[in-house]
């Protein structure tokens, strides 16, 4: 197998020369599994783990590959939902020690922890970062990972990706993010589907200057993934979060996160999170509509609108080939808010934060139609995607 190495001052990256084809499903090796050409490298060396449940090589996590290889992993950085992935979201997770392995786990995720403390990094030489994203401005993992980058640039630390696939990789839409909205939601000047992996987010956040302070992360690399192109369809091995149980919520989620600023029910609290929407108020005359109980669950202890019997639509009967098609979609949003009589809190604060700008808003309540919203973003996109162009290691 031949690779393609890309070399700078300022970073390395690890890539194939291999890519499969549009929609082919050929097996894609994630980069944790190409364990020849990282771990010898990492011997030696005190290793901080950027991880979670979905670090998954097979049916075994990264961190018992790195000890089996005899890599010294002396913490693990845990993200939003714990190093385990079953907390609610934006739920306090404290710091631990994992029980099978004993390595002490320091979360990262609403603990108050502290990246520019040089306590918190003067123990290790090197972060690691293996842990599937989904391929959206809002999610927070990639945010963690850029600000682990930061400290890692601050504290003159090395940073090592294994790359894994962007299940939402095979489009880009949305607008860019304006960075008066910048937020944990939302923390790089990128499109709400952006189509990047990790590896290449780290590589355009540290090659276009968008870490803090102007810092760079002097040495930097990136172990690609084999097989895999920006069309590949990906199925995810485990669920990412508690509350995206399917690749159809998966591919729902960039159009359906903006409940989550809105008095609406985006079925947390029940078996289709995400795919399902609704309120007690919701009223469609001579539309026959879904109903829905939201309760508390494990990883929804206390979803919207709990014990309320919601009314709304069903979208599970939708074809993933529709849904990935149809990009970002504002519909969902827009029909919510015209079938619930009573406007009065739909939208709450939040609501800019996930969309990054400050006028989509009041587009929506002035009838605006989701086509034309979407036709405001259009040309930004295409300006973002020429830009992305030198930081992508896989085939369009």
């Known amino acids: 197998m031949k690779f393609k190495f890309l070399l700078s001052a300022a970073l390395t990256v690890i890539l194939t020369s291999s890519g499969c084809g549009a929609g082919k499903p050929e097996k894609v090796t994630v980069g944790a599994e190409r364990t020849s050409e990282y771990t010898e490298s990492l011997k030696g060396r005190r290793v901080a783990l950027f991880s979670n449940q979905t670090g998954v090589v097979g049916d075994e996590h990264v961190l018992d590959l790195l000890l089996r290889e005899g890599v010294d ?7 939003e939902h714990g190093f385990r992935g079953d ?19 320091v979360s990262l995720y609403g603990t108050g922890f502290d ?14 970062s293996d842990i599937q994203d989904v391929g959206l401005r809002f999610y927070t993992y990639y945010v963690t990972m850029v600000k682990l980058m930061e400290s890692a640039a601050r504290f003159d630390k090395s940073f090592l990706v294994l790359d894994r ?17 910048r937020s944990g939601v939302g923390r790089l000047p990128i499109p709400v589907v952006h189509g990047l992996t990790l590896g290449e987010i780290a ?54 996160c903006y409940f989550e600023a809105t008095k ?3 079925g947390r609290g029940t078996d289709s999170p995400f795919e399902i929407y609704g309120h007690p108020d919701f009223k469609a005359e001579g539309e026959q509509l879904y109903s829905f109980t939201p309760v508390s669950m494990p990883g929804a202890k206390e979803p919207p609108q709990m014990g309320n019997l919601c009314y709304g639509r069903d979208l599970r009967g939708i074809p993933d080939e529709q849904i990935i098609a149809g990009g970002l979609d504002l ?22 934060l996930l969309i990054g700008r400050g006028d989509i808003r009041s587009m929506i309540e002035e009838g ?13 996109v295409e300006t973002f995607k020429v830009l992305r162009r030198k930081y992508l290691l896989y085939e369009e």
């Open 115 to 128: 990246y520019a403390d040089s306590t918190n990094f003067k123990d290790i030489d090197i972060i690691v």
């Open 264 to 266: 609406v029910s985006l």
């Open 73 to 79: 992993v002396v913490t693990i950085f845990s993200p």
């Open 87 to 105: 907390a609610d979201a934006g739920e306090s997770v404290s710091s631990s020690v994992d029980e099978k392995t004993g390595v002490k786990i």
């Open 331 to 352: 519909s969902y949003l827009i029909d919510a808010y015209r079938h619930i009589e009573n406007h009065e809190s739909f939208f709450r604060s939040f609501f800019e």
């Open 165 to 181: 696939p962007n299940p939402n990789g095979m489009y880009v839409d949305g607008p860019i993010l304006d960075m008066k909205y």
């Open 203 to 256: 590589l355009m956040a540290n090659g276009e200057g968008w870490l803090d302070d102007g810092l760079k992360v002097k040495d930097l690399k990136v172990v690609g993934c084999d097989g895999y192109t920006h069309q590949t369809r990906y199925i995810l091995p485990v669920a990412p979060s508690p509350n995206l149980k399917s690749m159809h919520a998966v591919y729902l989620y960039p159009s359906l």
């Open 368 to 380: 605006r139609s989701a086509e034309e919203i979407k036709a405001t973003w259009a040309d930004d």
